[in-house]
């Protein structure tokens, strides 16, 4: 197969094609880890001297220093940065019905919103996959009512939980048709619903409460045009046939933290969603070697990457603890064996064969 653009591999792999090679790519990666591998890179340079598959942007949100560390943005979200690259909503506006009835929203179509997409677009349409960070049904409803809050109001107060949902999927499929309009190709929703053991909330309180409009989201976003990846990590068997249900393109990142194993994932379920995940970044990458890095990637790739609709990463991003080098093998891995169509042969034992045989 003659090589594609990044744009077309991911584009392929989502459809659940056989691009030329896996696709690679990750939702942050620490600015130490890219500052040990190349020195003075920002994000965009990184993914362009990388060869990274997909570049990542979310629409431009206004907010104004309220303390050390902490910002408030349009929503009236307090957000605090700690150590990593993401920042922690530590404070929300909405508590009560009240509130809520009170609430306006930044506007999705204000002038600007959409800059850093527009750049983008304008640099590398056609060559990289461009994609957009937008929420579903969770986030965004923790952030504005604050993490335990939520969880009060899904168990304690329906009608209030159920309001703050239906404005999360509101916004966020007007969010998606401008992103659509501006010329993005996928949006990823990072709302995470499960611990390691299990969802944060019961199987039958997702069910009534954000399944319709997990739903509805994922339809307004496929009605957009665009393509679709639904992140969670954690422990999501529970929940999982709603979270395939409302069809979002592929699902990541098959967390085996989780308990989640990707080949029984593409077996099960790999001829209607694309996977997209999953190299341990909880125990492999930042505290084993090389070795091991090498070995569990290609476990991935020969668990699912035959037939297409497989994108390698991290099990969710790199963060600051992953080994730079780690880091690389993995990046390697892929290069390596990555390339359609797949030849890697039976499962090695632990501690088999040499770091990149």
Same mark, same amino acid.
């Given at each position: 197969? /003659? ?10 792999? $989502? ?9 690679? @790519? ?29 570049? &990542? ?8 220093? =309220? ?36 609430? +306006? ?32 049904? @969770?986030? &965004? ?10 969880? $009060? ?24 048709? +401008? ?7 996928? =949006? ?19 069910? +009534? ?54 080949? +029984? ?34 476990? =991935?790739?020969?668990?699912? /990457?035959? !037939? ?29 064996? !990555? ?5 890697? !042969? ?9 770091? @990149?045989?």
């Amino acid at each position: 197969m /003659a090589e594609l653009t990044s744009a077309e591999r991911v584009m392929r792999a $989502l459809r659940r094609e056989e691009p030329d090679r896996v696709p690679h @790519f990750e939702w942050i990666i620490d600015h130490r880890v890219r500052e040990a591998i190349l020195p003075g890179c920002s994000m965009e340079e990184f993914t362009l001297r990388m060869g990274l598959d997909a570049i &990542l942007t979310a629409p431009d949100v206004a907010r104004e220093q =309220v303390g050390k560390n902490r910002w408030r943005n349009e929503y009236g979200i307090v957000v605090e940065k700690g150590e990593e690259e993401h920042v922690v909503a530590v404070e929300g506006p909405i508590q009560t019905l009240d509130d809520l009835k009170n609430y +306006e929203p930044p506007d999705p179509h204000a002038p600007g919103r959409f800059a850093s997409l527009d750049k983008l677009v304008a640099r590398y349409k056609g060559k990289l996959a461009i994609g957009v960070h937008l929420n579903d049904v @969770f986030s &965004l409803p923790r952030n504005l009512m604050g993490f335990q809050n939520f969880l $009060l109001a899904l168990a304690g107060e329906p009608e209030l939980a159920r309001g703050v949902v239906d404005l999360s999927v509101e916004l966020n499929v007007e969010y998606a048709k +401008e992103c659509a309009r501006r010329g993005a190709d996928f =949006v990823f929703t990072g709302d995470d619903y499960a611990s390691t053991e299990r969802p944060l909330m019961s199987p039958t309180c997702f069910r +009534e409460i954000l399944y319709p409009g997990l739903k509805r989201v994922f339809a307004g976003f496929k009605e957009a045009g665009l393509m679709t990846i639904k992140h969670s990590d954690g422990n999501i068997r529970p929940i999982l046939d709603m979270i395939l249900d409302a069809k979002p393109d592929c699902l990541d990142p098959i967390d085996p933290a989780g308990g989640l194993d990707m080949g +029984e994932m593409k077996r099960q379920h790999g001829a209607s969603v694309a996977l997209k995940g999953n190299v341990d970044c909880i125990h492999t990458l930042p505290y084993g070697s090389v070795e091991d890095v090498v070995r569990e990637t290609k476990e =991935v790739i020969r668990k699912a /990457a035959h !037939g297409g609709g497989l994108i390698v990463s991290s099990s969710n991003s790199i963060f600051s603890q992953v080994k730079p080098g780690n880091y690389l093998a993995m990046w390697n891995t892929i290069r390596t064996y !990555g390339t359609y169509p797949i030849r890697l !042969g039976p499962m090695e034992p632990s501690g088999a064969g040499p770091a @990149f045989g």
